[in-house]
């Protein structure tokens, strides 16, 4: 048994090396975390990962080549040219950001395959996470369904949450430097000057100073007026489409239960955190209810990575657009020891 961790890191998704049964069905059953690799593929929703010359690097592997060639049949429409050129209006663009990061993602665990050692690491993983969108990148990387069918689930996902998010006015704002309960009161106050359908919530639970609220446009406008009195360091305006990881993206639920539902997903071969819960699930159609309910529901990832951290994980690799997870590992343990793989 390994005496040591390390992580792999991507913009969404988290994977991990918890030296314990592989298919575990609870988190309490891992002991002593070695590998995490985190495929984080968050950008579109929670933190603006998605840049435009993303997936340049990836052009140099044949590998990561051919998942943007695979990506370019099922889409429709080049999506690497979309990623290294833009615009950047179009990439930011829910519909095509939510595939792009899942692609660039998963092209950068390609890049770390071929470099020295890299294969050596991506097989030591024994556990996995990722933000947000990143839980597909994940789920995908720990075989619980194919590559082809994650983007197709990424590729409705993005269009439901795009129509939802279209539905009615609302916005998600990132309020740094308040803990959680401060940032509740901040919510709480803003609600009681809004009507219901402007009501906000903390969408993610980030990292401690880092968490991001969404809601009705009018309710973000008023958590951004009342931040400074609540001592809040700053707000900074997520570039997506709507209040992701509320109720407002209900309407997409239905929709993407029924994509999840014609989709073979199997029981993951090493353990995948959900955003939902912070625990992993091996059963196909729990995993099928957790990623309907996850568009809904908060992120969990403040708890996620204290969780990892506190099975002994010491170092750690973030694959994918953005050095996003790299810093909330450092925000919750300045000692965390985070390389960054872009592609």
């Known amino acids: 048994m390994a005496t040591s961790s390390s992580s792999l890191l991507l913009p969404s998704v ?11 069905a609870s988190l309490k059953n891992l002991t002593r975390s070695r590998v995490s690799m985190n495929v984080s593929s968050a950008g579109s929703q929670t933190t603006g990962a998605q840049a435009v010359g993303m997936g340049k690097e990836a052009q140099g592997v044949a590998a990561a ?13 080049d999506l690497l040219d979309i990623c290294v050129n833009g615009p950047k209006e179009k990439l930011d663009s829910t519909v095509i950001s ?28 024994d556990v996995t996470c990722g933000l947000s969108l990143g839980e597909y990148t994940a789920l995908a990387f ?10 197709k689930l990424v590729k409705f996902r993005g269009e439901a949450m795009q129509a939802a998010a279209d539905a009615a006015k609302s916005a998600m704002v990132s309020i740094i430097g308040l803990d959680s309960e401060k940032v509740q009161q901040l ?3 803003a609600n009681q ?7 906000v919530q903390i969408a993610n639970y980030l990292c401690p100073g880092n968490y991001a609220v ?3 446009l009018k309710g973000i406008e008023v958590v951004e007026a009342k931040a400074k009195s609540f001592k809040a360091r700053m707000t900074v305006r997520l570039a997506v489409a709507g209040a992701f990881h509320t109720s407002f993206m209900e309407p997409a639920v239905s929709r993407l239960e029924a994509a999840l539902a014609e989709t073979e997903i199997r029981s993951p071969r090493i353990p995948v955190i959900s955003n939902v819960d912070a625990q992993p699930h091996a059963d196909p159609d729990t995993i099928k209810k957790i990623l309907a309910r996850q568009v809904t529901s908060p992120v969990q990832w403040e708890t996620t990575v204290k969780t990892l951290l506190s099975k002994g994980l010491d170092s750690s ?3 994918g657009p953005g050095k996003v997870i790299a810093g909330i590992f450092k925000r919750v343990d300045k000692t965390a020891s985070v390389e960054n793989i872009s592609a």
């Open 142 to 151: 720990a075989g619980a369904f194919s590559f082809e069918d994650g983007l």
């Open 214 to 216: 969404s809601g009705g």
């Open 317 to 319: 690799y973030e694959l």
């Open 98 to 125: 939510q595939p792009a990061i899942y692609v660039t993602s998963l092209a950068a665990v390609e890049l770390l395959r071929v470099r020295e050692g890299g294969e050596q690491i991506i097989n030591s993983v």
């Open 14 to 24: 988290s994977l991990n090396n918890l030296s314990s049964s592989r298919n575990a």
């Open 193 to 199: 000057e809004v009507d219901e359908t402007d009501k």
């Open 65 to 77: 080549g051919e998942l943007y060639n695979k990506a370019n049949h099922i889409l429709g429409y």
């Open 187 to 189: 919510c709480d106050a």
